[in-house]
């Protein structure tokens, strides 16, 4: 059988499709970075491989040295990247270079908006990875051979990047992989010594692999020696003084294929009891799986400088998942496994250690730069609000980072620190008061707020799914217990007089019957009645029991099939409130019922829940209105 008929034409994913159709035609003004992606994927290469010769050192083949080769013809126009790490099988070519193996794969592709600069953005968001090859070249080749196969299972993948790839069997003497980019006609410039230099020094010089290149041509027209171009150290393994700004981002956009800068980072060597270095970012975009607590994530670990594994999540707790970096220790055994690091007693000290460093470098950024870490909050504030629950120790540093919307400002942007609403509170207060609500607006509007409006004491608006179970763990901060004002007895501390509470009570004992009669009406649907403290303008509300659950903690345990506990809700009544007065002067049972369930579904509504018969209701609206009229 020839070697013909083993060819194989296949198609892409359509997300591929899709991706490289994007990359040909929004990445045009940022194309340089298609080496700085093939050099990333293949230091990689050459990681994997030295960390799997460690148990068979036969992967070598002769070939100890590791390094990646640059190549250029400028006749032919073509860029050349061969490297001599793990390689890759038939199968390993089709998975890598057909599909994209990616969680979050197609929510990335919806937001693809068809403008160019915007695409391009989210492509930074996604990793760009091989596929960057087609931003200069009109076709690609790629040959490679797994280490340890035989010359004759190489395999050759060669495409166009327009829905379809060949793939044949051939021999490759050599392990490891080349890549041959026929450029287009118009990136003619790639194919130059120079520039490809330039490039390196640029984007690369960090990789801890030497990427050679043949030296200029002597005078005799002769290739010049090879020489090496980068400087192929590892970058965390320099002290910090050696290590400039720029060099810092360019190691971030290898190690995370970031397009975008980071919006800090954090770089400690620690030498004791325990000794290893950390070189940790904060990235300035979310990731498109940030919220799919299954996706891969978690730093690059080196044990002794050689790369173990890609994603070590048992370095940082799930709450700091948008953390990216690398941990590099000498204490770990070479031959570390998953497994092993989730029992290991040094991983968790590294792990206390690591987790202070990215909440005093986030602590450190708002304090410094408030507009890089609203920044930061815009895209990972809901993550960072499930640490409260996750990691008891650290709640008081977690709760410092914390932001918030604030009836001070009377924004949805959440900007509002716990320190800033301390440094506004009113004297006498002594809690911080906030509420929840399934949106912004619907919270502002809340009839709760009316008393602290009148009484002029700020209120923190929670409207996310995550923030009632995030502040059922965070009940004091700075000594100040925290308040839900749909809650049990409201109690305002010393802003409330004496003359308030007197008037409270008196008008309780004044309307005892009217209490009763209303307790009488709608006795299955409340627990109990009362006259309010909140309400200045609205008639009623309605108020969650202390130890009852809220609504949007309901809501959350009902979408995950949770049996959510029955409770009944306590019915405030405002009786210096006209439609009250009118209630308490109707003699006719049936109607006073009617007009008391018409207030319980008003208060039912304005706390954002749903009717549980919005039909009876609309009907004896209607009926009053009837009335009314004639």
Known sequence: MTVESHKETLGFQTEVKQLLHLMINSLYSNKEIFLRELISNASDA?????????KDDGLFEDDPDLKIRLEFDEQANTVTLIDNGIGMTRDDVIQNLGTIARSGTAEFLDQLTGDQKKDSKLIGQFGVGFYSAFIVADKVEVFTRCAGTPAEEGVHWES?????FSIEPVTYEARGTKIVLHLKSTEKEFANGFRLRNLVKKYSDHISFPVVMAGEPGEDGKPGEDETVNDATALWTLPRTEIKDEEYKEFYKHIAHDFEDPLTWSHNKVEGKLDYTSLLYVPGRAPFDLYNREAPRGLKLYVQ????MDDAEQFLPLFLRFTKGVIDSNDLSLNVSREILQNDSTVETIKSALTKRVLDMLAKLGNKDPEAYQKFWNEFGSVLKEGPAEDFGNREKIAKLLRFASTHTGESTENVSLDDYIGRMKEGQNKIYYITADNFMAAKSSPHLEIFRKKGIEVLILSERIDEWMVGYLTEYDGKS??????GELDLGDV??????KHQEEATEAHK???????????SRIQEVRVTNRLTDSPACLVVGDHDMGAQMKKIMEAAGQKVPDSKPIFEINVEHPLVQRLENEKQDERFQELSAVLFEQA???SGEQLDDPGAYVSRLNRLLLDLSN
């Open 46 to 54: 050459e990681d994997k491989l030295r960390f799997a010769a460690l």
């Open 305 to 308: 400088r050689v790369f173990i």
């Open 513 to 523: 019957g009217l209490l009763e009669r209303i307790k009488t009406a709608l006795d």
């Open 482 to 487: 925290l308040q839900d004002v749909a809650r």
């Open 496 to 501: 409330e007089t004496e003359e308030d509470k």
């Open 160 to 164: 166009a990047g327009e829905g379809e």
């Open 604 to 606: 039912t509504l304005a």
